[in-house]
């Protein structure tokens, strides 16, 4: 009988187990909210060339991006102001010091996700973008 019980009882915690890990396994999150990221209005710099095009402030050329490096920039996302004279834009790094540039840049509005409240960035992007949608906008990275 006492056999019995220990086998049921153990049974039971297996089972117990299972479930948790099983419900563990089907939670995903959001692509959106991995990784580190910085939220920016940035200039446009770049003179609009071929060797130097228009682009956002810190965004890397693609030359400087690699698929099969971890480092650095791993993506972004920028659209431009109602005025066309900003960007608003998203970078995303592995690690959080490959963003300390941008987050240091007195000249750079900068929010770092999960730090700073998801109001504020909407207050400062519609401020330059009246069409803009938190719920549209970020980047995916594998």
Not at 128 to 136: G, V
Request: proline share 6%; hydrophobic share 35%; net charge positive.
């Amino acid at each position: 009988m006492v056999r019995f019980l220990r086998n049921s009882a153990f049974v039971c915690l297996l089972l117990a187990v299972q479930t948790a890990t099983a419900q563990q396994r089907t939670h995903r999150v959001d692509p959106r909210n991995t990784y580190e990221r910085v939220l920016t209005v940035v200039p446009w710099v770049g003179s609009g060339t071929k060797a130097d095009p228009k682009r956002a402030k810190y965004t890397p050329s693609p030359a400087q991006m690699s698929p099969t490096s971890r480092s650095g920039i791993l993506g972004f996302q920028c659209i431009p102001s109602d005025d066309g004279k900003l960007a608003l834009c998203e970078y995303v790094a592995q690690n959080k010091a490959a963003l300390n540039q941008i987050l240091a840049d007195p000249s750079v509005k900068s929010f770092l996700k999960g730090r700073d409240k998801v109001e504020d960035i909407v207050a400062e992007f519609t401020k330059h973008s009246k069409t803009f949608d938190i719920n549209r906008f970020g980047v995916r990275v594998p």
